[in-house]
Every structure is written in C-alpha cells, then in structure tokens.
C-alpha cells in the first residue's frame, strides 16, 4: 500500500534487461553510443519530429532547469503555475540554471487559465530596462494536482504566449500519463498545441532514471550540449540511460505502464468515492489524487500500512475531525489487489 | 583493442547484479533508501572516518563541482594542476557551481610541486579585496597524466594548504588505481594526509555510473545536500546508485577491479618499452600511458583497429616522421590477449 | 510640475558644494579617503550603533542587491512584499546578486500584514531539501505605495521573522521621509525594532547618487566588502561619494530635507482632496500619493504641463470617464508656489 | 610627491563645474537627460562611429565586466594577458557577470605577442562540448606594466581572434594616455583595428568617476542596457555621469589632461635614469613607471615623503641591497615641481 509517490516504485523489467543488454564490450561515451542514435530516432518518431533535438538526463529536475535556461536570459522571468514542480520542489535549480525568475501564475486546480495568464504577462510589460524581461511559459501536463489540460486549452495558452513573443516548455514528468488519458499523439499534445520543448518524462513511469529532453527547434541544440556538460549531466558511460529509453519507447511500453498507472488510480478513485467521510479535490484523470479526510481517518490508515503523503498537517496531532488533505500516487507496478487491499482497509 | 578511455568499458556484473537486486518493491527516494544506509557505513569504514558525510552522484563533474563549490566562496581562486580535468574538461562545471575562479599551477608531468604551489598562493595575497580570495587547493589523484603522488608529496602539498588557512580536496576519479599502486589505506591517502574531501570515483573503475562525495567535516554535510539538490543530481530513484556502490565496495570489488587495470596497463608499457620508435612520457604507475610516436606508426595502428587518443594532431596528415603523443587506458575488463594483441600489431 | 520621480530633482547645493571641497590633492581611493572615517563615525552616531559597519554605494538597488545577498543563501527565498522595488525594478539585480529567489507577500496597500507574511514563511518550511529555504525578510520603507510601517508593526514584522530564525533588511530608500513622519529616531525605527541591515537612502532625498549600506552586525562586513568589489561597487575616487553622504548627514540636511519633501505632499494632497472627481488610494504619510481620477482630467493636467506617472492605461487613448491611477511624488526642492500651481490646474 | 596612483588624484575643475551646472531643475533619471543624448554624439564623434551604442557607468571594473559579459557565454573562456586588470584586480568581477573563465595569455611586458595568443587559443579547441569555448580576447592598451601596443600590433591580435571567430575587447582605462603616445586617432586604435566594444575610461584621467562603454555593434545595445540595470550600475540621477563626460570630451580636455599626465611621466623617467643604482623595467611610454632599485633606497624615498607602491616585498624589513620593483603612476594634475621634487629627494 504505497501510495506516497511514482518515484518510490521499481523499473520495469524490460527496462532493466535493457541496461543488462547494453552491458557488453566498449562504447563510445558522453552520448556517442550507438543506441542513443536509435533513441534519438524513436523519439523523433514517437513525437513526429524529424529535425528535433533529443538529449536525455538523470531526472525531472535537470531536464526543466536546462530546458528552461537554454529557452531563457538572466534578466528574464518565468511564468509558470504558482504550484509548479519548478516552483516548490527543486530548490531554486531552474533559477541556478537559467538565472532567470519565476512569476507565478495563480490557479485553482494548478491549472492556469488563460485570462490570469495573461493579465500576470500584461503586468510585466510597462517598465521597461527597470523589470524583468519576459521569458518563456512552463506548463505541467500533468500537473502537479493530477489535472490535465486539453489540447485547446493548452493551444490557448501558448497561443497567448506566442503573442507575447514568448516560447512554451512543457515539464512532462507524467507526460504519459496524460497522454493516454487524452487519447491524442504526443505531437498533438506538444508542437502542434504550440510546444517548443519538453521534458519527456520516464522515471515516474517505469524507468531507472531517465528523462528526455525534446527541443523542437535544432538552433538550441548547441546550447543545450553545452549547458548540459556545464552543470555535470552529461553521462560519461552514457548508454546505461540511452539503454533505459530505448526499451521504454519499444513496443509501446511506456504507454502501457502509464495506462496501467491511470487505472490503478482510477480503481482507486472509485473506491473513495464510496466512503462518506472523504471528498476528492478535483476528478482525478492520470495517476493523483487529492483528497480530503477527517485527520483520525488518516491516521487509522497509516497506522493500519498505508504510505501517502498527508499535506496540510500532522496526522497524529490535533483535532480528530480536522479535515486534512492526503495525496495518493499510483504507478505502472500496482496491482488491482493492491489498491483492493488499500479500499478495503479505507472502509474498515 | 580499445584503449581510448576507461569510461568506454563495462560495469562490471557485480553491479548490474546489484542494481537488479534493488529493483524489489518499493523504495523512498532521493537517498533515503535503505541501501543508501548500507553504503554510508561501508564508505565511512573504508575511509576509517566514522563521523563523514557521504553522497553519491553521477559522474566526476558533478562531484568535483559540488564539493568545490561547498568548499569555495563566489570571490575564492580554486588551486589546481594546469593540465586538471576541473580546468580542461569540465567545460566550466566547477565555476558555474562555485562561482569561484581556478588559479593554475604549472606542472610537468601533471604533479604540482609545494614550491611552485606556494609561489602561486603567496601571488594572491597582497590585493586585499580587490584580487581574488584563497579557496580550496585540488590535487588530482591519479593525475590526467597517469603519475601518482606519493603520500608525503600529498602532505607536503596540504600542509602548505593548511598553512594558509585553505582546505583541500581530491578529485579520485581514478582513486582506486591510485590506491593499489601505494598500496595504502584510504585513510592514508586521504584524511591522514590533510585531504578534507574527495570525489571518490566509482564510474571508470567497474560501476555504471555513481561516485561517492566524502566530506571528512560533516558541518559541511547540509549545504553540501542543498547543492546537490540545486544542481539537479539528488536522484529520485536513488536505490540504483546506491546499489552500484554497494556492490563495488563488498567484498573488495573495486581493489581487484583496480589491480587489473594496472596490471594491464604494466603489461602494456612492458610491450611498449620494446619498440625502439616509441618513448614513455612517464613512467606508468596506474592506469594510463602516454608516449610518442612516429605520426606513421600511429597510423598503422590506428588503421590495424586499435582505439586510442592521438593528443597534438592528425595521426592521417603532416609529416610521417613527426612524433605524436598517443594516451592508452586500461580498465579491470581488458583481457591479456587483449593487450598482446595491440602489442603483436606494434611490433608489426 | 515634475512630479514624476524625487530622483528626477537636483542635488542639495551643500552636496554639490561637499563634494567641490572634496576636490583637492590626493586622496587614497577605494574607501581609504579620510572624509569616509568622518562618514562612518556619522553614520554610526545617527544610528547610535558604535559597532555597524557602514558602507557607500551609488544607488539603491546595489544596496538592495548587495545586503540581500550577505544575508542569505544561493537555495534561500527571500521574503518581501508583492510590490517592493526589488521585485519589480530591479531587473533581477537581487536575484543576481544573491542567486535566492523572492516569495511574494501579497498586500493591499504594500504594507505585509503580519498573519499574511507568516503564512507564506510557514507554506516554505515542510518539503526539507526540496523546496527553497528561508532566507531574510526585506521590508520596504517608505512602501512602493508611500505608507509608512509604524514601529510596532515593523517590530511585529521581526519578530515572526527571528522567530524562523530570518534575518531582516529595511530597503530605506526613502528612509528619511519615513523618519520625520514618524518622528523617531534611526535606533528605533532599525535595530531597536528588530532590523539587521538598512539600505539608507540619500539620492531621492538631496544627494547626487549615494546610499549607505549600514550592516549591525560587523561579522557580515568583510563579506560585504568583498561582494561590493566583485559587483564593480567599490568606487575608485571614493571621495566623492564620502563627501556627498557627509554633506547629506551634517546638521540635520537630510531631515531638513525630507521635511521639505513631506509638507510639500501634505499641501499637494489638500489640494487634491478638494477635487470632487479625485480619490486618494492611501492618506499620504511621506511624499508620495497614488490617486484615481477620470482618464479625460490626467490628459487635462498632462497637456497642461504636469508631468506624472498614470500607472494603470494610456491617458490620451479610451474611455474618457474611465478611473486611471495617478502618482505623484515630492522632493525637497519644490516650492509652496510650484504645489500651488498644479492644484490651480487641476481645479481648473 | 603622491605617485601610487592616477585614481588618488583631483577631478578637473571643468569636470567639476560641469557637475555643478547640471544641477539645475528637473531631468529625467536613468540615462534619458539631455545631457547623455549631447554626450553619446560626442562619443560617436570622437570614435567616427555614428551608430556605435554609448553607456556610461562609474568605473573601469563595471565597465569591463559589462561588455565582456555582453559578448560572452557561460560555458567561453576570456583570453587577456596573464597580468591584465580583469584578473588581478577585480575580485572575479568579470567571471561575475559573464559566468565565464579566463584563460591567461603569458606575457612578459604585459603585451601578449600573436604567437603565445595563438597557441592558447588553439590549445582550447579540441575538446567539444568537453572544454570552455572560445570567448572573447580583451586588450589592455596601456598595459598593466606602462606599455602600449601599436596599431599594427593591436590588428595582429585581432586578426587572430576574427580568425577564430572571437570578438575583442579593449579596456582602455588609461585609452587617452596611449592615444596621445601613439598620436592617433580613437577609430584607428579601435575599430579600425579590429576592436569590437572598449571600455574608455574617464576617471583616472581627471574624471569624478566615469566610464563610457562604446559598443561599435548596436545589436549587442539592449542586452548591455538590460545587464547595467541588472548588475545594478544604472545610475538614478545619471545626469551627474553625463556632465562629468561631457566635460571631458569638450574641446579636447581629455586629451590635455593625457598629454599633461604623459609629459610629467617623462619627466619623472628622466630624472630617474640619472640615478645609477636604479634600473628601468621598460621604457615608459604612457604615464606608468616600474623600476627597480635597492631596498635601503625605497625605504629612503618613502621615508622623505614619497608615496608609490613597492611591488614585491616589504621595503623596511630585508637585506637592503635588495633590488625591489617600485611603481610610479602620473596624473594630471602633477605639476613639474612636484616631480622635480621627488627626483631631488631621489638624489639626495
């Protein structure tokens, strides 16, 4: 019962047999092996992308801050989500990287609207030499509530930004996961709704430690390699993570273990659904949910073996009937009688 | 016959195999893996440092960068050898971390001698704010060039560093090969010869891809842990690095992995000695031989399918008599026949 | 009718005539000039701070920049209101400067309540390593708004600051104006109220260009002397800005003109609230007063030959009735008549 | 007798009244008087550059820092002479602002030679993304050690440079002291030999404290604009920046003061030739003078007045036969007597 995040859980099998497989003899380093060039291709493929540059990283963290520096200037801000990843959770690395600001944008359901978005880029624009340039727009897909955008509202988004001079970035830790639960191709999600790059996220979702980084425009490749090598993540024994993304762009196995994860969740959801003490926070749609529960429910639960994250205060401290907030994450590896055992352990 | 670098080779099994045992279930993140705690001990008794700080990255940039950086002020100099891998190969990895500046140190042979250091410290001294502040010294261990200090050159080179209210840091990318060669403790190597930190290498020695950050003042740890999760290399599934250094360090793996590497390379300069066309640049004393050729013989070898690095120009054009520097690096996964084999095709 | 800035005003002629004085022989450079011990020991009497260690810039936002960075971390965020000067006019010099980033506190009329800054300084505290860490607190006064904090609420404002063990900056460009509303003294208004380091403004309130950088705890000042060297601060001919600050703080100049700067927004707002079309935003405390007007009467009083900033629309273009905001600003050096002259405009 | 330096001397009167006369009435602040607009075409002028981009800041380090930052990357090297200011005297100023290294060029007088400059460059160039990338070359005319470079080989320098693809730099602190020795135009020491921005300096030349920078390559104009504001060097009251150039450029005052500065130079070197115990270290050509001479007769000359910096050791403690180096900077506002004192004194 280990809800508590898509990070916790194991590499999927192929994944690792991969790493094995590319285990033999000598390769060149430093991103020249021979699978990265077949990586290099599926992922132009997969995304219908023949000129696009392809670089893969360790994690989320350094594929957005280099992703988002290469896309920005020192003097620049940011406007991303006021609950995005690179907001709360990389302890100012998009800043280290880029030297630019974040400018948030204030939402509901960590999803921006259109309107906010652009009365906070309006609000950047009349001083001139005196504040902050405008740089590019990051939207999380799927964010960090477990919401998604649609194709048009993310077309509305960069539609705005693109009228403001300004490039899109896409953080895609769970780009899968929205993926299929939009039903559309990843060049509908990303270039043609108005992406410029993405971070293509496969540890959450059945890598070791993987993320490509996809920059529909070649000009920013250069730049891109070299602020790679700058801030360390250029691997030198590189083809253990070409390894990783090659098996998980075959056959469709990324695609898999996201709609496994999806409906994990969904199994879930469902279950909660039916205890009347407990409220979802928004329809759950890729593999998140938030919930609302009295804080003695929490702790019954955790006390019986279930990890998730519980946000907004001490589960074991307080008054019993407090509503607090918990976070439930499943993923590719989750079984039906997992989350089976998790329901019913919830309904006592 | 692939000589061209030791980071071109394989992990070796025992470490796949450990990194497939870690993938089981569930496991937290970000280092708080159970391995992680494993390792931690096995680190601080191979070192004899109960009380250090221990961390594992990547690569070497990453590490050399976040050690120097937590040593370093943005206004310091960082002392190095000129030919240093911080200076020539990280493509301004440990400024960019640091924000510090790199002061160097002329050498011969890639080992800086206490005068010359001195001299070099004593140059800063005398601008008061207006020139740049002592930071930390970095002595490479093995150097770029192959040599190896001896334990009282170390100290030698820390006292002088001491003496000037400095720390000092080992970049151990090949720390290992370095360590048989003395056949020392790594205490000796290290701490009892006034070493406050190292890159202790795992990468070209037999692991995938992992390092291990060792701060022998564990005051340092926090920020050291700031910065690494700033820089995007706290990894999220962290159990994979930390299986790869738990298997190198059980069971003496990395010594033996080492030893052949050495022994290798023994091997070969034993082979080179033998062609009378041929110098050694130094006498080889772990891993790594540099020497000079005729440009034609580099050519015929590199022809006849050997790989290596032909240092100061094009072994195919100029003058056929012109002598060239050529680099060979052993790693534990070479064979005998194998070296036989490049020295069979030099003695044509 | 300038009231567009109390930077747009000319220098005090006892500054000009300081630094006239200033102007014979040889002087060391870099802050070693005499007329700088005199300044210190100045600064240090107005402040009744024996120990501070007081420095000179040239502007505020190098002061700004350059005290928020000797009080915090690269990883630290720095706590400030949504409007202060650091966030919206300094192009990201704070963020340069100190490579911390900036959480807002949103305010109503640029005064951060106590419960709202708590708030915002606790949602930084539970992720550990991953979010940004709390650096200092910077509070603006005069505010971007011209309210002024009363000693209470700057004190409340520290207290819950030292309580998460911050420090505090006062970004006292407008210092005096503030002071001489209040009727305090500098002890009170700083270091007895809980503030560790002032920017004190001199520019807007008579001199050329000079700001001291006053720092009471004198561990932070070799560390400040460094930054400003490297940030190209530490000006060469020193004496001109010693002599400025020294003219600035002898009998009473700068109260004198604050004074000045303050009754003649006292007497600019009675005009103003004689007009029946016209509301203030805030009862002005300083010398400055924001108010909303019908956009057709900003273009009346432009075309007349006001000079002022309409912050929120184009006053020639749009809705003739709609509500613009205007601001206004006084510096010592406008006269009863000059004041008088823009209300009779105004009333038309 | 003060010959430590040419920033310890007074500003010009003319300098100086110009200041004051600019303190009249109401001016738009940060670069947008009318006196900047009288001064860019003044700059233009005097460079027979009508597009070139003219910025004023205080002082020489802001100015190098800026435009070396302007035409650099993070990942590039600078190349400069191994003793230049921007590495001696900056305290990591220049690293700073651009993020990116220096690579010294050795020189013996201060003046790099092609050939040494060329191998360095060259030696930077096979690393790929491995390696710092080539950044721009900076020129220090005068040099660090009082010599100049001629026209000629100012272009050989450059030459190289455009070879590779690198921009130059020059910092002319001391740019009037070499032009009036070289008897030249401003067009033929730099663009016209292929100098892409300079930093010409005022203040050490009768200045109060300013420099402009001149950016022949307008496209680089807004990006400098955005780093000056950033960095914090856009002055409020930028009029007092702006008269002090103005009166600088008019009617050919800077090149007097140079003239003056230069002859006292002379005159001081004259004199010294004339002491047998005393040996030139090169043939002054501007207003800077490195000699060396015995202890006992440093410690003589400081004793009876003299003030001038003695370079490598303490003149009062030591064997006084030792031959130390002394360094004599002339300025303006030196009269003959003045000099002709300290060659009395020497004399003795």
């Not at 380093?29 to 696009?52: H, K, L, N, S, W």
């Not at 780009?175 to 790059?197: H, R």
């Not at 920059?215 to 602020?227: G, K, Q, T």
Request: charged share 20%.
């Amino acid at each position: 019962m280990f809800f508590s995040s898509d990070n916790a859980g194991p590499a999927h099998p192929k994944v690792i047999e991969a790493v094995m497989a590319a285990n033999t003899g000598y390769a060149p380093g430093y991103g020249a092996d021979a699978i990265m060039d077949t990586v290099r291709q599926q992922v132009r493929d997969v995304f219908e992308a023949p000129e696009a540059a392809v670089y893969l990283v360790i994690n989320g963290t350094s594929a957005n801050a280099l992703l988002l520096a290469t896309m920005s200037q020192p003097w620049d801000t940011i406007f991303c989500a006021d609950v995005a990843h690179i907001q709360e959770d990389e302890c100012n690395a998009p800043e280290f990287y880029s030297q630019a600001k974040l400018t948030l944008v204030p939402t509901d359901d960590a999803k921006m609207s259109p309107d906010v978005l652009r009365s906070k880029i309006e609000a950047e624009q009349n001083r001139g030499v005196h504040g902050p340039q405008r740089g590019p727009l990051s939207i999380t897909q799927v964010t960090e509530k477990g919401t998604i955008y649609t194709l048009d509202e993310i077309k509305a988004l960069t539609d705005i930004a693109s009228g403001f001079g300004m490039k899109t970035h896409m953080d895609g830790a769970r780009f899968a996961n929205a993926l299929v639960a939009l039903d559309c191709s990843p060049a509908e999600m990303t270039w043609k709704a108005g992406i410029d790059t993405v971070s293509f996220g496969g540890t959450k979702n059945g890598a070791m430690g993987v993320e490509a980084c996809v920059i529909f425009d070649p000009d920013l490749a250069w730049e891109f390699e070299l602020r790679r090598k700058r801030g360390g993540h250029l691997l030198s024994k590189h083809r253990f993570l070409s390894a990783q993304m090659q098996a998980y762009l075959t056959d469709g196995l990324w695609l898999d273990t996201a709609r496994a994860a999806n409906a994990r969740c969904a199994q879930l959801a469902e279950g909660l659904r039916g205890h009347n003490a407990l409220t979802l926070q928004y329809d759950p749609q890729a593999n998140i949910i938030f919930f609302d529960m009295p804080r003695s429910e929490h702790k019954r639960m955790l006390d019986g073996g279930a990890f998730y994250y519980v946000m907004n205060g001490d589960p074991n401290e307080g008054d019993p009937d407090a509503l607090l907030t918990g976070r439930l994450v499943t993923d590719w590896s989750m079984t039906e009688d997992g989350v089976q055992q998790f329901i019913k352990l919830l309904n006592g």
